[in-house]
Nanobody
Framework: QVQLVESGGGLVQAGGSLRLTCTDS????????MGWFRQAPGKEREFVAA????????NYADSVKGRFTISRDNFQNTVYLQMNNPRVEDTAVYYC????????????????????WGQGTQVTVSS
């Protein structure tokens, strides 16, 4: 069964840190590009970061470069998003996503290029 489960969301102060975790409970995506998107109230879902199946290449939105880090542990079937120095504008529901194709070296930044999604986890950054 395909299932992506996010955890680690919550309330964090601006300038603090938070780590989100996405677990691939079905061990389905260990050879796929996986990423994080977010959606704030009244806004469209936007790309945050993604990583190739090896973990060797990453792609970040300009708004989070230098502050957020995506990584993965295929032995643990897990993808992480380390959020350092979060800002109030980072407040959103964060979604884990995975491509259905395997062994891709291209890291897309559009939600249409991802086939599977988690249920989301709320991140609220306070000032």
């Amino acid at each position: 069964q395909v299932q992506l489960v996010e955890s680690g969301g919550g309330l964090v102060q601006a300038g603090g840190s938070l780590r989100l975790t996405c677990t691939d409970s079905g061990r389905t995506f260990t050879r796929s590009v996986m990423g994080w998107f977010r959606q704030a109230p009244g806004k469209e879902r936007e790309f945050v970061a993604a990583v190739t199946w090896t973990g060797g290449s990453t792609n970040y939105a300009d708004s989070v470069k230098g502050r957020f880090t995506i990584s993965r542990d295929n032995f643990q079937n897990t993808v992480y998003l380390q959020m350092n120095n979060p800002r109030v504008e980072d407040t959103a529901v964060y979604y884990c996503a995975a491509q259905g194709r395997r062994y891709s070296t291209v890291i897309p930044a559009t939600s249409a290029d991802y086939d599977y999604w988690g249920q989301g986890t709320q991140v609220t950054v306070s000032s």
